[in-house]
């Protein structure tokens, strides 16, 4: 575990209650994993489960965590990125409250202020979510 | 790869991405217009001249692609520089 959940708001910009990752499980330049536990009480949970909208914002903010964890690390100047797209978001399952989500996120490409990323998100090892995003990152 | 090879394939993969027509690109036609490019559809072109050509792909590249011709003849050059 490399950011726990006391911390996650060091290397995301954004804050309670809209924070949808709890952990930041790996990471490293390419990849990021998180983990996010879907409590009742959270903003985008809507008849016990978690929405579309947070589940994207869930692979949003791992990117960011990814990208904050990296920056912090190497001491560079922090950044700040917008979502530009989302492209093929295919959701096979929504997360119930209660279950424990873990998002990966891979870069796959870097085309110039523009990042794109491939989220998986999944409960058990079984796939809820996944899409493409492109991230405008505004040095 | 010849010429018309690199121009068919490039049609190919215009047409796939961008679900056009094949007999709408036409040499002479605005690149920008014909496939309605935004600028995040721009991305989406990089990434695929990237995939399917040996080069790197500069934002200023893309200042004097007017037409469709232009646009060839800028894939075909920078694939043959890469090759040298």
């Known amino acids: 575990m490399l950011i726990l959940q006391n911390d996650i708001t060091s290397i995301i910009p954004q804050r309670p209650p809209f924070v949808m990752i709890d952990q930041l499980v790996s990471c490293d330049e390419v990849c990021s994993v998180t983990s996010f536990y879907v409590k009742e009480e959270n903003v985008l949970v809507d008849n016990g489960e978690l929405s579309e909208a947070g589940i994207t914002e869930n692979i949003a903010q791992t990117a960011a965590a990814g990208l904050g964890y990296v920056t912090l690390k190497n001491n560079a100047p922090v950044v700040v990125g917008y979502i530009a797209a989302i492209k093929n978001l295919e959701v096979f399952v929504l997360p119930k409250v209660g279950d424990v989500i873990e998002t990966n996120v891979t870069i796959t490409n870097q085309i110039f202020d523009v990042t794109i990323i491939t989220g998986i998100v999944k409960c058990s090892g079984i796939l809820l979510a996944k899409c493409e995003m492109k991230i405008y990152l505004k040095k | ?84």
């Open chain 2, 1 to 84: 790869m010849q010429n018309e090879e690199i121009i068919e394939k490039i049609n190919s993969f215009l047409a796939e991405e961008f679900e056009i027509d094949a007999d709408k690109m036409l040499p002479d036609a605005n690149l920008k217009e014909t496939l309605d490019l935004d600028s995040l559809d721009y991305i989406d072109l990089v990434v695929v001249i990237e995939s399917n050509f040996p080069f790197r792909v500069k934002p200023e590249d893309f200042i004097n692609i007017i037409t469709f011709q232009d646009f060839y003849d800028y894939v075909i050059t920078s694939s043959q520089k890469e090759l040298v």
